[in-house]
Structures are given as structure tokens and as C-alpha cells.
Nanobody
Framework: QLQLVESGGGLVQAGGSLRLSCAAS????????MGWFRQAPGKEREFVAG????????SYADSVKGRFTISRDNAKNTVYLQMNSLRPEDTAVYYC?????????????????WGQGTQVTVSS
């Protein structure tokens, strides 16, 4: 069992930055690939970024490549999403998720555990 709690969301102007954190409970955090997803009003939840359980492999949605960076600190049971050059279209609830696999996929069904989400709002 893994419990996930996101933090770091908020309101930011276009071009600004935010760093999201996701703290996980459980002693086997380093055996889970982690992902960030987001869901805007009226839209499907979509993959944003993923990281392998060692942190050595990452993947990103095309829409955030070059602007967002996912990282993890297994000693702190925490995964991060650094978001730079934010755009109004990045506005969404951001969710952290864990998959009991080595590498992170981009499909929601691959992830067994989800956080409650944190709101990110980017004003123009």
C-alpha cells in the first residue's frame, strides 16, 4: 500500500514557475515508478511526466518537454515536478501516481495508487 500527498500548487502568472512535490508513505517507494498526470476542466486526465524507480529514466508529454522536469529523492520518498515557462493551458489539477513497475508508462491504467491532486492555475 502506498499513500501519496501532493503539494506546491497555486496561482502563477504565465511565464512563471512552480515546483510540485508528492510525498509517499511506505517503505518500498524505490520499487515504484512514478508519474504526474493532469486534468483540466472538461478534459480527460492526461500523462505529463514519468520517472523510473531509480530515477535514471524519465519521459514527458510533448506539450511539456523542455519546460517541465520530473525528479525523485528515494531517501525522502518524494517525487517532484519542476514546471517552468508556465502557460495558461497548463492550468489543471495535477495528480501524482505510482506504478509497481520499474519504468513509468503513460497510461492511467498502469498506475495503482493516486494522490488527491493539487490545483495549478496559470493566469495570462
Amino acid at each position: 500500500q502506498l499513500q501519496l500527498v501532493e503539494s506546491g500548487g497555486g496561482l502563477v502568472q504565465a511565464g512563471g514557475s512552480l515546483r510540485l512535490s508528492c510525498a509517499a508513505s511506505g517503505r518500498t517507494f524505490n520499487r515504484y515508478a512514478m508519474g504526474w498526470f493532469r486534468q483540466a476542466p472538461g478534459k480527460e486526465r492526461e500523462f505529463v511526466a514519468g520517472i523510473s524507480w531509480s530515477g535514471g529514466s524519465t519521459s514527458y508529454a510533448d506539450s511539456v518537454k523542455g519546460r517541465f522536469t520530473i525528479s525523485r529523492d528515494n531517501a525522502k520518498n518524494t517525487v517532484y515536478l519542476q514546471m517552468n515557462s508556465l502557460r495558461p493551458e497548463d492550468t489543471a489539477v495535477y495528480y501524482c501516481a505510482a506504478a509497481h513497475t520499474q519504468y513509468a508508462g503513460s497510461y492511467r491504467y498502469e498506475y495503482a495508487y493516486w494522490g488527491q491532486g493539487t490545483q495549478v492555475t496559470v493566469s495570462s
